[in-house]
C-alpha cells in the first residue's frame, strides 16, 4: 500500500516539475514523454525511489544505440531527481558524467543558390497524390526557410494573424525559450506569401481556421510531414542518396542565411561584430555565442575572418 502511495507521488511529482519549469517558459515536450515513459518503468519494477541503476537501466533500455541518445534521456531523469530529491530523500541524482554526449564533428550543408532554385521549382512539380494546396505549401516554406532563416517550427506555427503583408512584418510568438519576436519581409517575400494566401484562401473557401500554413486536411503542417517530404525531394534532385537519411537537412537554410549575411558584410567591407548583435535578434538568439558558431562552422568565414584580423594587425597605429 505504502509503494503504490509513493508511486502515485512519483507520477505526480513529474506533473508538478514540468509545470513549474513550464512557468519560467520551457515547453518540455521531449521531456514530457521521457518521463512519463520513466515513470510507467519505475512502476513495472515497483520502485518509487529514483537510482542510480535503474536511471541508466532506462536510458540505455531502448532500440537506439545512439550514445547521445542515452544521454539525452539520462539527462531528463538527472534534472528532474535535482527537484524530485527534496520530496523523496532516498533519491539518487546520476552524476553529469554517466553516460556522457560524444562530441560530433557536425558541420551543416550550405545552400548554393543553384540548389535552392532546383529544389523550389520541384516542389512545385505536379505528383501523383499531391494537392496543388501542398505543392504551394511545400513551395512557399522552402522558399521562406531559405530567405528569412526561421526555424522550421517557427514558420509552421505562424496563424493567419501573425502574418501581417500590409506592414510585412511575421510575429513569431513563444519561440525557444519563451521569446517573441518580429521579422521584417522583403517586398518579393512578401508577394510570395500573397500568392500563397490566395492558393490557401480558395481551397478553403469559407471556412476559417487558424493555421497559415495548412494540410489538404486544413489542419496545420505537421513537422515530420514536411521532413519527410523534404526528404523524398532532395533524394530525386541527388541532394542525398536513394535510402540516405543523412544529408541536407530543412534546419540547414538557417544556417545558410547566416552565413549569407556575414559573407555580405565581408564582401561591403562593413564591420561583422557590428551586425552580428543584429542578426542574432534577427534569428532569435538568446546569446551571441550562439550566432558565432555560424561563423565557426564554416570554413569560407573563419578565413575571411582571420583576413580581416590580420589586416587590422598589419595597419599603422
Known amino acids: 500500500m505504502a509503494r503504490r502511495f509513493a508511486m502515485k507521488i512519483l507520477r505526480s511529482s513529474v506533473r508538478e516539475y514540468l509545470a513549474m519549469r513550464r512557468d519560467l517558459g520551457f515547453k518540455l515536450k521531449t ?16 520502485s518509487a525511489h529514483i537510482t542510480v541503476k535503474l536511471a541508466v537501466a532506462w536510458a540505455q533500455g531502448t532500440g537506439s544505440k545512439d550514445p547521445n ?38 558541420r551543416p550543408h550550405i545552400y548554393t543558390e543553384d540548389e535552392i532554385r532546383r529544389l523550389l521549382v520541384a516542389s512545385l512539380k505536379r505528383r501523383r497524390g499531391a494537392t496543388n494546396l501542398s505543392r504551394w505549401s511545400r513551395f512557399t516554406l522552402f522558399g521562406l526557410l531559405s ?35 518580429f521579422i521584417p519581409l ?16 480558395e481551397f478553403l473557401g469559407s471556412r476559417i ?54 559573407h555580405r558584410c565581408y564582401r561591403s567591407g562593413a564591420d561583422p561584430e557590428r551586425r552580428l ?13 550562439h550566432t558565432y558558431v555560424y561563423l565557426h562552422q564554416h570554413p569560407t568565414l573563419m ?3 582571420m583576413s580581416r584580423l590580420e589586416h587590422h594587425w598589419d595597419s599603422p597605429r
Do not use: C, W
Not at 76 to 97: C, E, G, L, N, W
Not at 162 to 167: P, T
Open 31 to 46: 521531456d514530457e514523454r521521457l518521463l512519463m515513459t520513466f515513470v510507467a518503468f519505475m512502476e513495472r519494477r515497483r
Open 69 to 106: 541518445y542515452h544521454a539525452g534521456r539520462l539527462r531528463a531523469v538527472r534534472s528532474f531527481a535535482r527537484y524530485y530529491i527534496a520530496i523523496d530523500s532516498k533519491t539518487v541524482i546520476p552524476m553529469p558524467d554517466l553516460l556522457p554526449r560524444q562530441r560530433r564533428n557536425f
Open 147 to 181: 530567405v528569412t532563416g526561421m526555424r522550421v517550427g517557427e514558420a509552421l506555427n505562424l496563424d493567419l494573424k501573425d502574418v501581417d503583408l500590409d506592414q510585412g512584418v511575421l510575429t513569431i510568438r513563444y519561440a525557444k525559450f519563451g521569446k517573441s519576436r
Open 186 to 201: 522583403h517586398s518579393s517575400t512578401r508577394a510570395a506569401l500573397a500568392n500563397y494566401l490566395k492558393q490557401r484562401n
Open 209 to 262: 481556421v487558424a493555421p497559415f500554413f495548412i494540410s489538404p486536411l486544413a489542419k496545420r503542417i505537421r513537422h515530420g510531414v514536411l521532413n519527410d517530404s523534404f526528404l523524398r525531394l532532395s533524394r530525386k534532385l541527388g541532394l542525398r542518396g536513394p535510402s540516405d537519411r543523412h544529408g541536407p537537412r530543412l534546419h540547414d537554410f538557417r544556417h545558410r542565411m547566416a552565413v549569407e549575411v556575414l
Open 277 to 289: 548583435p543584429a542578426l542574432s535578434t534577427y534569428l532569435g538568439h538568446t546569446s551571441l555565442n
Open 303 to 305: 578565413k575571411q575572418a
